[in-house]
C-alpha cells in the first residue's frame, strides 16, 4: 500500500514525486517563452547586452560614474545585473505563481510550494544563459576569467536560496493581497538602487556624514553581499581577493533566514489558498 | 488509526467557508476595515459533522441536491481542501477525476501535455513513456497529437483528460459528474473502464445527478442535504428515499 496519497504526506516523498512537474512546468515555460520569435534562447544572451550598453553610454560615458581604480564599467555592471536580474526575475515571476495556477490547485493535490520554486529555477535558467554575455563582455573588455572565476556557483546558489525564500512569502501574502503584485514593483525600484549594481560599495566612502546611513542599509541588504561577493569570485583577476569566512557566514545566515521565514509563512498560509484563488 | 477494511474514514468532518459580503483584497481596506472594526465574516457551513466510512472495492455514490456538499465532501477526500474540523483518512493512492484536463496548458500540444498533466498527477516520465501508446490509443486522437490543445474542442479535451487519469489502476477512483462528456460512444468506453477497475479492487467514489448512472454502478449510497448525513446505506433504500423529495 503507498503512503503517498495518505493524509500524512512527507515532505520529502512529495518532493520526490513531484520532481517531474517541476521539470515539465520549467519546460513549458521555456518552451511558451521562446516560442515563435526568430532568434529564440539568443534573446537571453542580447537582452543584457543591450541593457549593459545603454546603462555604460548614460552612466559611465554622460554620467561619469566611477566604480573603482582600474575597474572596467561595463564588466562591472554586467557581472552584477546578471545576478541582480536573476534575482528580480525569480521573485516577481513566483509572486503571481500560486494566482495564475489557481484552476489547477482548485482541482488536484499538488504541494503548492512547487509554483513558486519553478519559477526561481526557470529564472536560474535563464540566468545561465545571460552568462554567456558576461563572459562575452569580460572577454572584448579584456577581463579574463582566472581560476577563482569557477567558485561562482557559491554566491548564485546562496542568492537561489534567498530569492526562493522571498518568493515563498510573496506568493503566499498575494493570495491574500493583490496589492502586493504593485507594491513590490516599486519596492524593486527601490532595492536596485540600494544595491550597489551601478556604482560600487567604495564610492560610498565619499558620502557626507549625515547619508551615512545608507552604508548601514547597504551593509543589511543581502543582494549586496551576494552582488559583491559574485564579482569578487568572476573579476578576480581585478580585485585579488578571496570573500573571508566572515562573509560566507553572512551570506548564509542571510539565505537560511529568509527561506526559513518564507517556508514558515507559506506553510502556515498554503491551506487556505484555495478559498481564496 | 484506519480500519484495514476501509478506504476512507471521514470521522466529523466540518467545512466552513467565510462569505464576507466583499471579497477584500487589498492591503488598503483590509486595513481600513480592521481599524473601523468591520471585519466580520459571515460564516457558511459547507459540510456539518459528517461521517462515515467507505470500505475497500465498495463502489460508494454521493446523492443530493444541488449546493448540498457532495463536491466539498469528494475534495476533502482527495485532499484537496482541508476540513475545518474532524479527521480525513484514506489508504492507497487517489485518483481524482474533478474536472479533466485540468493543468493542461492549451498553448502546448497534446504530446506535450500529455507529459504535463501526468506529471501534476505524480507519475514519472518513465511511467508516462510507458504508458504514452495506451493514453493516445484510448482518446482515439492519435491524428491531433502535434496540434497545439488551444484548437481541440471540449470533447478531445476531456477525452485525453480520461485516458491520462485513468491509465493506472489506482486504489481510490474519484468521480465527480465527469462521466457527461463525450459521445455516447466515447461514454460507454469510460464506464466500461470504470467498471473493469471495480473488478481490479479499486474503491471508487461517484458523485452524479444521474441516478440511473448511481443505481447501475454503486453499491452503497449517502444521502447529503444541506451539508449533513440524510441518510446512508444499500443504494436501492437510499436511492428511494431520494427520488421521493419533494419541491419544497
Redesign the interface.
Request: glycine share 8%; net charge positive.
Given at each position: 500500500?503507498?503512503s503517498?496519497?495518505?493524509?500524512k504526506?512527507s515532505f520529502f516523498s512529495d518532493f520526490k514525486?513531484?520532481m517531474?512537474?517541476l521539470?515539465?512546468?520549467v519546460a513549458?515555460d521555456f518552451?511558451?517563452k521562446y516560442?515563435r520569435s526568430i532568434l529564440g534562447v539568443a534573446w537571453s544572451v542580447l537582452n543584457p547586452l543591450f541593457t549593459m550598453l545603454v546603462l555604460t553610454i548614460v552612466f559611465k560615458v554622460i554620467l561619469r560614474v566611477k566604480v573603482g581604480p582600474g575597474v572596467d564599467f561595463a564588466t562591472y555592471y554586467i557581472v552584477g545585473a546578471s545576478l541582480w536580474n536573476f534575482f528580480s526575475e525569480a521573485t516577481s515571476t513566483s509572486l503571481s505563481s500560486i494566482l495564475t495556477s489557481g484552476?489547477?490547485?482548485?482541482?488536484?493535490?499538488?504541494p503548492k510550494y512547487i509554483f513558486p520554486l519553478e519559477k526561481c529555477v526557470f529564472a536560474l535558467v535563464n540566468f545561465s544563459f545571460s552568462l554567456v554575455a558576461v563572459l562575452a563582455v569580460m572577454l572584448i573588455r579584456g577581463v579574463y576569467p582566472t581560476w577563482a572565476t569557477l567558485l561562482f556557483p557559491i554566491p548564485v546558489i546562496y542568492c537561489f536560496i534567498f530569492a526562493c525564500g522571498l518568493s515563498l512569502f510573496l506568493s503566499a501574502v498575494t493570495v491574500y493581497?493583490?496589492?502586493?503584485q504593485h507594491?513590490y514593483g516599486v519596492l524593486l525600484t527601490m532595492w536596485i538602487y540600494l544595491t550597489p549594481i551601478l556604482y560600487s560599495t567604495e564610492t560610498l566612502e565619499q558620502l557626507a556624514p549625515s547619508m551615512q546611513f545608507v552604508k548601514y542599509i547597504l551593509y543589511l541588504n543581502p543582494m549586496t553581499h551576494y552582488i559583491n561577493y559574485f564579482r569578487a569570485v568572476v573579476m578576480y583577476g581585478v580585485y585579488g581577493d578571496l570573500p573571508s569566512i566572515e562573509i560566507n557566514v553572512v551570506c548564509i545566515a542571510m539565505s537560511l533566514a529568509m527561506l526559513g521565514f518564507g517556508a514558515l509563512v507559506f506553510k502556515k498560509a498554503e491551506?487556505?489558498f484555495?478559498?481564496h484563488l | 488509526m484506519i480500519n484495514n477494511e476501509n478506504a476512507v474514514e471521514l470521522r466529523d468532518i466540518e467545512m466552513h467557508?467565510?462569505m464576507s459580503s466583499e471579497k477584500l483584497?487589498?492591503?488598503?481596506e483590509?486595513f481600513l476595515k480592521f481599524m473601523k472594526r468591520q471585519l466580520h465574516f459571515e460564516n457558511f457551513v459547507a459540510v456539518d459533522k459528517v461521517s462515515f466510512d467507505i470500505k475497500k472495492g465498495d463502489v460508494f455514490g454521493i446523492v443530493g441536491l444541488n449546493g448540498c456538499g457532495k463536491s466539498t465532501t469528494l475534495k476533502i477526500i482527495?485532499?484537496?481542501?482541508?476540513p475545518t474540523k474532524g479527521s480525513?483518512?484514506?489508504?492507497?493512492?487517489?485518483a481524482?477525476l474533478?474536472?479533466l484536463g485540468?493543468?493542461f496548458?492549451m498553448?502546448?500540444t497534446a504530446r506535450?501535455n500529455i507529459?504535463?498533466n501526468?506529471?501534476?498527477?505524480?507519475?514519472?516520465?518513465k511511467f508516462m513513456d510507458e504508458k504514452f501508446d495506451d493514453i493516445v490509443e484510448f482518446s482515439e486522437m492519435r491524428d491531433f497529437l502535434d496540434v497545439p490543445m488551444k484548437n481541440y474542442s471540449s470533447g478531445m479535451v476531456a477525452r485525453i483528460g480520461f485516458a491520462i487519469a485513468t491509465v493506472t489502476t489506482p486504489?481510490?477512483l474519484i468521480v465527480d459528474e465527469i462521466l457527461a462528456v463525450g459521445d455516447f460512444l466515447f461514454q460507454q468506453k469510460c464506464e466500461e473502464r470504470i467498471n473493469k477497475m471495480m473488478q481490479d479492487d479499486t474503491t471508487v467514489i461517484i458523485v452524479s445527478h444521474s441516478i440511473e448512472q448511481i443505481e447501475r454502478l454503486c453499491k452503497h449510497c449517502v444521502w447529503l442535504e444541506k451539508g449533513k448525513v440524510k441518510m446512508i446505506g444499500e443504494t436501492a433504500e437510499v436511492c428511494n428515499a431520494y427520488k421521493n423529495t419533494k419541491r419544497e
Open positions: 500500500m503507498s503517498v496519497a495518505t493524509n504526506r514525486r513531484f517531474p512537474l521539470k515539465n512546468l513549458k518552451k511558451i516560442r484552476a489547477l490547485i482548485r482541482k488536484v493535490y499538488i493581497f493583490r496589492d502586493v507594491l491551506g487556505k484555495i478559498l | 467557508f467565510n483584497q487589498s492591503l488598503k483590509y482527495s485532499g484537496i481542501l482541508k480525513v483518512e484514506t489508504q492507497g493512492v487517489i481524482p474533478i474536472e485540468a493543468g496548458d498553448e502546448l506535450e507529459y504535463l501526468g506529471s501534476v498527477l505524480g507519475y514519472s516520465k486504489d481510490i
